[in-house]
C-alpha cells in the first residue's frame, strides 16, 4: 500500500452556511452539500468537473445536516441532522415525502435499495432499521451492541451484512440476511473508528481510526460470535469468591477476589485462573485478550491465524473515501494532509 498523490481543488461556489457533510453521485455528477443551518443544496457538476451549477435548496432539518445519502434508483435524497430527524426527499420535486425522529442525533446512514430498509446510526451506539414506503415509514428493529456511539456504518448489499463502526473503538457485523440477530465483533483498533468502507468482488472490510491505523479485514471466512460474558458469585474455574460475596467469603474465610470474563467462553473467572492472554482472530480479536487457561491451552496455532492486515497512515485520519473500481483511498486528517492510496496491493 503506497501514497500516489496529493490533491487540490480546480472549481468552488459560495454557499449560504458552513458545509458539514456532502454526498456525490458520479453517474448523474450530482453533488448534495448539508449545511449548518440544516438547508441541503444540490448542484450538478460539468463533465470537465470545472463548473458547478445551483439546482435545488431542500429545508430538510432544523439544525446541521450530519448525514446525505442521494438513491438514484428512486429519486429520493435520504439525511439525518442533528435535529434527531431522519427525513427523506423527492429530489425531482423537492417535496419532503416522510420523517423520523431517533432517539440521539444520527452519525451513520446507510439504505438498501432492494428492501428500501434504511440503517441509521447513532450517538447512543444505536442502530435504527426502518422500511421505508413512498410517504410513510415503519419501525422494523433496533440494534444495541456498542458500548459507545455509532461513528460509522457500511452496507453489503449481496451478503445482507451490515458493520457499525464506533466510539468504543470496535467494529460489530451483523449479519442482517443469513443469521438474522447474529453480531461478529472486530477489534483492531486502538481509538475510534472513523470509516468504513467494503470491496465486494474480494469480501474485504476497511475499517480507519482516529489511532492513524487502516485495517484490511477478510469477511470471507467463518467467523465466529463472542460468547455473552456469565454471571457468579465465585470463579466458574476454582469456585473462590469473589470481593462481593461475603456469605462464601466469611464460610470458606478466604478474600474475595476481583472478576474477569474469557473473552472465549464467557465464563467469569479469577486472575490465577486467567494469567493467559491470546488473540482470537475467527472471533474478532487480532489483539492479545484475556482467556482462561483451559481455553488457552486448547486454541491452536491456526486459530491464531490473523484474518487481517494492519496499515499506518500516520495521520489522525478524521475522513475516507473508498474508490472500488480503482482500489484507491481518500484519507484526510487532523493535520491537515489529504493522501490517496494505491489499495490494489493488499485489496485484491
Known amino acids: 500500500m503506497r501514497i500516489i498523490v496529493l490533491l487540490t481543488s480546480s472549481t468552488c461556489s459560495f454557499l449560504s452556511a458552513p458545509c458539514s457533510c456532502m454526498s456525490f453521485n458520479p453517474e448523474t455528477r450530482r453533488l448534495s452539500i448539508g449545511l449548518d443551518n440544516g438547508t441541503i443544496s444540490e448542484f450538478i457538476l460539468s463533465e470537465d468537473y470545472n463548473k458547478m451549477t445551483p439546482v435545488k435548496n431542500y429545508q430538510a432539518h432544523q439544525s446541521r ?3 446525505i445519502l442521494f438513491v438514484l434508483e428512486l429519486e429520493w435524497v435520504l439525511s439525518t441532522g442533528q435535529d434527531k430527524q431522519f427525513a427523506w426527499h423527492c429530489s425531482e420535486s423537492g417535496q419532503r415525502l416522510g420523517g423520523y425522529r431517533t432517539s440521539a442525533v444520527a452519525s451513520g446512514l446507510q439504505f438498501d435499495v432492494e428492501t428500501r430498509h434504511v440503517f441509521i446510526g447513532d450517538h447512543s451506539g444505536q442502530v435504527t432499521i426502518l422500511k421505508l414506503e413512498q410517504e410513510n415509514c415503519t419501525l422494523v428493529t433496533t440494534f444495541r451492541g456498542h458500548t459507545g456511539g455509532v461513528t460509522a456504518l457500511c452496507w453489503d448489499p ?3 451484512v451490515l458493520f457499525s463502526g464506533s466510539s468504543d473503538h470496535s467494529v460489530i457485523m451483523w449479519d442482517i440476511g443469513g443469521r438474522k440477530g447474529t453480531a461478529i465483533e472486530l477489534q483492531g483498533h486502538n481509538d475510534k473508528i472513523q470509516a ?4 465486494q468482488h474480494t469480501r474485504q472490510l476497511i475499517s480507519c481510526g482516529s489511532d492513524g491505523g487502516i485495517v484490511i479485514w477478510n469477511m470471507d471466512v467463518e467467523r465466529q460470535e463472542t460468547p455473552e460474558w456469565l454471571d457468579s458469585d465465585s470463579c466458574q474455574k476454582c469456585d473462590q469468591p469473589f470481593f462481593w460475596n461475603f456469605k462464601q467469603m466469611w464460610d470458606s474465610r478466604k478474600i474475595g ?3 474477569h470474563h474469557c473473552r472465549k467462553c464467557g465464563k467469569a473467572v479469577c486472575g490465577k485462573c ?3 492472554r491470546s488473540s482470537i482472530p475467527l472471533m474478532g480479536f487480532e489483539f492479545e485478550v484475556r482467556v482462561c487457561d483451559s481455553c488457552h491451552e486448547a486454541i491452536t496455532d491456526e486459530e491464531r491465524a490473523p484474518t487481517a492486515t494492519f496499515h499506518d497512515s500516520k495521520h489522525n485520519i478524521v475522513h475516507v473515501h473508498f474508490d472500488a ?5 481518500l484519507t484526510s486528517g ?11 496491493p493488499v485489496v485484491s
Not at 473500481?325 to 483511498?329: A, E, F, N
Not at 487532523?334 to 490494489?344: A, H, Y
Open 334 to 344: 487532523t493535520d491537515k494532509v489529504i493522501k490517496l492510496w494505491d489499495m490494489t
Open 274 to 276: 486467567s494469567s493467559k
Open 65 to 67: 445536516v450530519t448525514m
Open 325 to 329: 473500481t480503482r482500489g484507491w483511498l
Open 196 to 199: 468504513l468502507s467494503y470491496a
Open 158 to 160: 449481496v451478503q445482507r
Open 257 to 259: 477476589l476481583r472478576q
